[in-house]
């Protein structure tokens, strides 16, 4: 699945509905994604990896609201970001500005942080990171 294509959230979510006996609205009004990456990282410069992350951030709310459109979804959709503040991949204000980008209506951080596990997506050793959580709200 590509989460930056509408359609191929849309059919994850009619996947989804009858396995678990739930509405559209069930499973794509609340939206968790932790520190989004974009491919080949390790090929790209900081600024072009900060660049390439506020796309891949834009791209993935823009088809979240899109495909919540299409399922006939209406009201608010909610979509977290759990990410650090000080995440040198995206930082704060290049992650929520990409958000906005992304046609969010509201995008807010909590004053806590969070100590959260975290590690590559290769299952590599983990460790526990300060991070943040970015509540985005979308209304349709």
């Known amino acids: 699945m590509d989460a930056t294509k509408p359609e191929d959230i849309f059919t994850a979510v009619k996947i989804g509905m009858p396995h678990h ?7 794509i ?18 600024q072009a990896l900060v660049l390439a992350n506020k796309k891949l951030y834009r791209g993935v709310c823009t088809a979240v609201f899109n495909a919540a459109k299409l399922l006939g979804v209406q009201g608010v959709i909610n979509f977290f970001v759990i990410s650090s503040n000080v995440n040198h991949k995206i930082p704060k204000e290049d992650l929520h500005q990409a958000l906005r980008d992304g046609g969010a209506n509201n ?21 526990i990171i ?11």
């Open 29 to 46: 009004g609340d939206v968790y994604v932790k520190n989004l990456n974009t491919e080949h990282e390790s090929e790209m410069n900081l």
């Open 107 to 127: 995008v807010d951080t909590d004053g806590h942080i969070h100590m959260i596990k975290s590690g590559s997506n290769k299952g590599d050793k983990a460790a």
């Open 21 to 27: 006996k739930v509405k559209a609205s069930d499973i």
């Open 130 to 140: 300060k991070q943040n959580i970015h509540l985005v709200t979308f209304k349709i």
